[in-house]
């Protein structure tokens, strides 16, 4: 579990799956995930399932993001492997998806830094990725944000969709960690 300000990072629950799917199932938040598809109820317990078994396996996932004020499920952040994308194998990805009542409050790019500082200092990674489809400024404003470089664009192969790849190293990170406390 990670906490920051506002919000509170954690491993998944079962009473997470609904409120998850009202995520997945708004067309507005789902517009730059893939090809735009929606995710019911079902679909959604199935990913919540993979995370989990990421979480086993690589020692790292994506984090329920709970408002801590409330107690409510916003959505996901954290880190996975990017499988749709094999041409940057091996890569670990930053990533979030949130409600849309959350967006606009800097929350993404709250939770996102806790996620990137847990991969660097918790799992010392070299080198952490985040995928943006082109037209998606809110998400390239996260990742500048975050300290990442725009590194390439390239074509999603899983729905066709072109995609820029913005890259942070940990030498970046380290860096940046210490010009913000000089």
């Known amino acids: 579990m990670l906490e920051t300000p506002r919000l509170i ?13 009202a995520v997945n199932a708004d067309p507005e938040v789902m517009r730059w995930i893939g090809d735009g598809s929606l995710r019911d109820e079902q679909r959604t317990r199935r990913g919540i399932e993979a995370i989990e078994r990421e979480w086993d396996e690589q020692g790292f996932g994506l984090f329920a993001v709970e408002i801590r004020s409330t107690g409510s499920l916003a959505g996901f952040t954290g880190l996975s492997v990017p499988h749709f994308m094999p041409e940057l194998s091996p890569a670990t990805e930053v990533g979030w998806r949130l409600a849309r009542a959350y967006w606009g409050q800097g929350l993404a790019t709250e939770a996102a830094a806790a996620a990137v500082r847990f991969g660097f200092e918790d799992r010392g ?39 820029r790849v913005f890259e942070l190293t940990s030498d970046q990170y380290v860096g940046a960690t210490r010009r913000r406390l000089r």
């Open 125 to 163: 990674l070299e080198q952490i990725v985040s995928i943006a489809q082109v037209g998606n400024g809110a998400s390239e404003r996260v990742m500048t944000k975050l300290g990442m470089l725009p590194v390439r664009e390239t074509v999603d192969p899983s729905c066709g969709r072109r995609v």
């Open 9 to 21: 990072l954690r491993r998944w629950r079962a009473d997470d799956v609904a409120p998850m799917a």
